[in-house]
């Protein structure tokens, strides 16, 4: 097992990576003594809902099962784990558990940062993309038909337990939507990383632990760093938003239901990179390498059909990275050098939303909403 | 004016406490020229909504007014602000300002808490209650059919602007509700302070501005150090509950409609004192002391009938002060003595929910819900 430390004063905590965790004892013995609730939706539920409630001794009345999918992740919804966690008359020092991909952990952070001003939760994540990302770092929140995760709180999970056998049961699609976030951060990171992802993505599409473990692990590395740095993303955190205001422009538009929230960011990064290139801030053979990579994964490189640069404007105005009405976009220098910055040329964004929103005439690859 | 501070490091405020604040362009000047938003109710906004969006140059479109009264103050209405705030295109760097009540504050505090994850907000309290309890100290939340405000955050404001001509415009009801939390601060304070409210009574309801000044200033200085030891309520900010795990029991008996909340304040400190009485914590002629001066102030001392010893106990089950399924309560040794405990006899408690829950032969006191 790996252990990864977040340090962060009172509100410090480790994530635990490894095989297997969700049924080992110990790694339940900091918190089960106390009113646990588990939150996970129907997909899980079906794998290891039943394991996980027998590790915690719990009623069934003490576990929620909400259906999959971002257009979940509700203000809604929050009001039905709201409602749940009241019925069950759950405590101020109650924990909540939740058991599932970034769309549970995000939700059921969110729950647990405003129940009662506040209560403990603990990640567990089952996709690839909960693990490197979402479950880290204390960012939760809900879409708002008008944005992305534009309602939530920062609030820090207690501990996260990662259990990578449970990558085993999850969908292909899942799986490659969890490695455009590992390729973000191989971008941020640098050449070393990249170069490594270069030579493991195969070994990593067909989950051989050793690499998994390592992948998951360098990804929460980098996260920890920068979110030890700046909990509340007043400055270097923002980097980790690599593409990613292009991917919530294109699930805003697609009403979270068509892509999935990694298909889009790895759309997003083939942008960033690509932009980046045409302001002449990284070399053009480093983004194309990024994009190869992307593809190499399974992932799409290009937007939904019929996103005209006008729409792509209007959707990214809602970013939450906006300041004094001014864009600002996560870009790279080169692999491994990325800035925040609201000051490029707007004729070359434009240049780069109008290269993707044509039809792309080599682009072999079938659309996610298919 | 008077100027109190809360020391919170980053989050370190400024309450300003004086006549015609309101008015001052000075007080705007710290975010006049960032987005504002502004929020009030309906009775509120008859009277100053159009002045405050002068000195902010605020458009229509840019203020939101909501119905008046406790019962507003719900996760629905939450999710009303929220689109609001995103329809208007509210920026991370932007300011929601709360024109009114502890209602307005609260539901605009929480709005704000989780609007971005988090932006700036500033209270204008408009009614007492507001001005020397929930403008101040960052609670924010909503009510739930189960339970008051079991939904919310703690989000420090910028700056609190406690104008008292404002309460020249007070209907007397909602002057005495406020004057309920004024005397929790003097059973809390002591003698001095308790002694003074004695004395200063009947000039605080004529509205006499020295002693108004006076008697804000005082809870703020009290309220500002309890928050400032104890920002998230771990220990002795918890004595600010003096009384309100008894009135929260009450307004969500009758609704959060029949009831203002300082109303049930004012019954929950006779039955903080009296239960602290028969358990022989303080003495019987102290006690007595704050039910008179709850009477004098016009304020009701004794619950809606109906409420039976075993219906209080299903409510105060809810309360967030729980730990490991024991209620606690927040009671006095003496005048300026509070302690919070559950190391208390069943059978008094039960003693004064019964003596509370019969009808008083003495009361000549309308009900508030007449």
């Not at 455009?180 to 993505?201: R, S």
């Not at 780069?352 to 909403?369: D, I, K, M, N, Y």
Request: aromatic share 6%; hydrophobic share 40%; glycine share 10%.
């Amino acid at each position: 097992m790996h252990t990864v430390s977040i340090e962060l004063g009172a509100r410090h905590y480790s994530i635990y990576i490894g095989g297997g965790l969700l049924s080992q004892a110990e790694r339940y013995a900091g918190f089960r003594n106390r009113s646990c609730r588990l939150m996970t939706d129907r997909n899980v539920a079906g794998h290891y809902l039943e394991p996980v409630r027998r590790m915690l001794n719990l009623e069934a009345v003490h576990s929620l099962v909400l259906p999959a999918g971002e257009s979940q992740k509700t203000f809604e919804n929050t009001g039905r784990v709201l409602d749940w966690l009241l019925e069950t008359r759950t405590p101020r020092d109650g924990v909540l558990l939740a058991l599932g991909g970034g769309v549970v952990g995000d939700l059921a952070g969110f729950a647990a940062a405003i129940y009662l001003r506040g209560i403990d939760f603990v990640q567990l994540p089952t996709t690839l993309l909960a693990q490197v990302d979402s479950s880290v770092g204390g960012k939760t929140g809900v879409n708002h038909a008008q944005g992305k995760n534009m309602i939530g709180a920062f609030h820090q999970p207690r501990a996260v337990i990662t259990d990578l056998d449970t990558l085993k049961t999850l969908p292909p699609r899942e799986l490659r939507a969890g490695l455009a976030e590992v390729i973000k951060y191989g971008m941020l990171d640098g050449p070393g990383f990249f170069g490594w992802l270069e030579q493991n993505l195969d070994t990593l599409l067909a989950l051989e632990p050793a690499a998994l473990a390592e992948a998951v692990e360098r990804c929460c590395v980098l996260k920890a760093r920068l979110v030890t740095e700046d909990e509340r993303e007043a400055g270097p955190r923002t980097l980790l938003n690599l593409g990613h205001t292009f991917a919530h422009a294109i699930e805003t538009h697609t009403d979270y239901r068509a892509w999935l929230h990694g298909e889009a960011v790895a759309v997003g990064l083939c942008m960033a990179a690509d932009l980046s290139a045409r302001l002449g801030w990284m070399p053009r053979p480093e983004a194309e390498r990024c994009t190869q990579l992307v593809a190499r994964a399974g992932l799409p490189t290009r937007p939904p059909k019929g996103l005209e640069p006008a729409r792509w404007l209007e959707l990214m105005g809602h970013d939450k990275k906006i300041q004094s009405g001014r864009l600002r976009l996560v870009l790279l220098k080169s692999l491994g050098t990325a800035v925040v910055s609201s000051d490029f040329d707007d004729g070359r964004l434009n240049e780069t939303l109008e290269h993707f929103g044509s039809p792309s005439p080599v682009s072999r690859l079938p659309s996610p909403a298919a």
